[in-house]
């Protein structure tokens, strides 16, 4: 497509369930990455893929958190065991990143999580 | 470490107002700054950038300068529109990542 995908757009889910959010980057665009928007909170950075490796994987809040990406393309980010405190927008960025410059990201219009 | 700092919101102003949103940053070294402003419904879009101290970034009538002295990317535009208003977010590059503000939200009234 023309610019990132997410999906689904709004999950509302109860507490202790696991969810999958999906994001679908721009073709080509090697790097990858999951953000955290919350109410007041701005934008949160959870992991960071160049191709399939997560080189920085250091903004995951807790082991309940892990992405995925697969054939330098698709990203899946699960969270296991919702909690009330992970309802907030996922967003998904990428960029056709050269060398050590992080280039410009281009977002998705994000997945809003509610967890009941 | 490495952090924004945003004015915080929300900002109202009327048509052809003069618009300054402040953006303050600690980091080690000189990272390139950005604006991203997210419209209603829509992803996160940069705005502008800068990469090395006393750059101006300039787009869509907004200007910001990279003032390394003040540690400083304040967002400017002389005459706001309806259409301006949105969230906008001061960012710097860290490492692999950008590191963002927590944005402030702009209205325009007519």
């Known amino acids: 497509g023309a610019g990132v995908s997410q999906s689904p757009s709004n999950k509302v889910t109860e507490k202790g369930k696991d969810v999958e959010l999906r994001c679908d980057p721009i073709s080509g665009h090697t790097a990858l990455y999951w953000y955290r928007q919350s109410l007041g909170q701005g934008l949160e950075f959870l992991i960071y893929f160049q191709g399939n490796s997560a080189p920085d994987k250091s903004g995951l809040p807790s082991d309940r958190f892990s992405a995925e990406r697969t054939g330098g393309s698709v990203s899946t980010l699960t969270i296991q065991r919702t909690q009330q405190e992970d309802s907030a927008v996922y967003l998904c960025a990428s960029s056709s990143r050269s060398g050590s410059k992080t280039g410009e990201l281009f977002f998705g219009e994000g997945s809003r999580l509610t967890v009941l | 470490g490495n952090s924004v700092t945003q004015m915080e919101g929300p900002v109202t102003l009327s048509e052809e107002a003069f618009l300054t949103i402040n953006c303050t940053y600690t980091a080690t070294g000189y990272p390139s700054l950005f604006w991203y402003v997210q419209y209603p419904g829509e992803g996160l879009q940069l705005l502008l950038k800068?990469?090395?101290?006393?750059d101006k970034g300039s787009n869509k009538g907004f200007e910001a300068t990279y003032r390394k002295e003040t540690t400083s990317f304040h967002l400017e535009k002389g005459s706001v529109q309806v259409s301006d208003s949105a969230v906008y977010f001061c960012a710097l590059e860290y490492g692999n990542k950008l590191v963002f503000g927590a944005g402030t939200i702009l209205r325009v009234k007519s």
């Open positions: 800068a990469t090395k101290a006393d």
